[in-house]
Antibody, heavy 120, light 107 residues
């Protein structure tokens, strides 16, 4: 059973960088045709896809965030990470890491989510 | 970007009633449409994949239909445990997008 767990600071100051890591257990991040994704959800609102990475390091980002986002993978640690620069209060949300089952597929595993608040 | 529009935004339903949620895509996405259920303070859970395919372990009262631009999630004989927000999601093109959600409340 694959499990994903987000970790990182719960509070980030405006204009600084939000950094989160997702640790994958129960399966190797390198095997299979899976894409490893970040999705966020502001309180009381819907889901926003941030971007994803393949084990090869190939990335895709949401154009609305592309200038500020970097997703990277560390296959040796079975982890992938999110960096979001120049954050504002609008970036306050629950951040989920997730696995997409294939290039044109659904999300089959989600992390429990971690709340990141942007505030001074 | 493909925009997914769900209706209604909110539905208050009596147990055993039938619930129908629609999701309309701004352009054709074939069958690359999936449905998720999210309960408060939980991660979303996949209910239906590729418009019509069920997951093992998901109650048979949940079903999906549609293709192209118009899709439907149906919950037959609603149960109290089905109180949640339901989202559609497209995997046809990047960026991936979700509908705005439909909150189902039990009367």
């Amino acid at each position: 059973q694959v499990q994903l767990q987000e970790s990182g600071p719960g509070l980030v100051k405006p204009s600084q960088t939000l950094s989160l890591t997702c640790t994958v257990s129960g399966g190797s991040i390198s095997y299979g045709s899976y894409y490893w994704s970040w999705i966020r959800q502001p309180a009381g609102k819907g889901l926003e896809w941030i971007g994803r990475i393949y084990s090869s390091g190939s990335t895709s980002y949401n154009p609305s965030l592309k200038s500020r986002v970097t997703i990277s993978v560390d296959t040796s640690e079975n982890q992938f990470s999110l960096r979001l620069n120049s954050v504002t209060a609008a970036d306050t949300a629950v951040y989920y890491c997730a696995r997409e089952r294939g290039e044109y597929s659904y999300v089959d595993y989600w992390g429990r989510g971690t709340l990141v608040t942007v505030s001074s | 970007e493909i925009v997914l529009t769900q209706s209604p935004d909110f539905q208050s339903v009596t147990p055993k009633e039938k619930v129908t949620i629609t999701c309309r895509a701004s352009q054709s996405i074939g069958s690359n449409l999936h449905w998720y259920q999210q309960k408060p303070n939980q991660s979303p859970k996949a209910l239906i994949k590729y418009a019509t395919q069920s997951f093992s372990g998901v109650p048979s009262r949940f079903s999906g239909s549609g293709s192209g631009t118009d899709f439907t999630l149906t919950i037959n004989s609603l149960e109290a445990e089905d109180a949640a927000t339901y989202y559609c999601h497209q995997s046809s093109s990047l960026p991936r997008t979700f509908g705005q959600g439909t909150k189902v409340e039990i009367k």
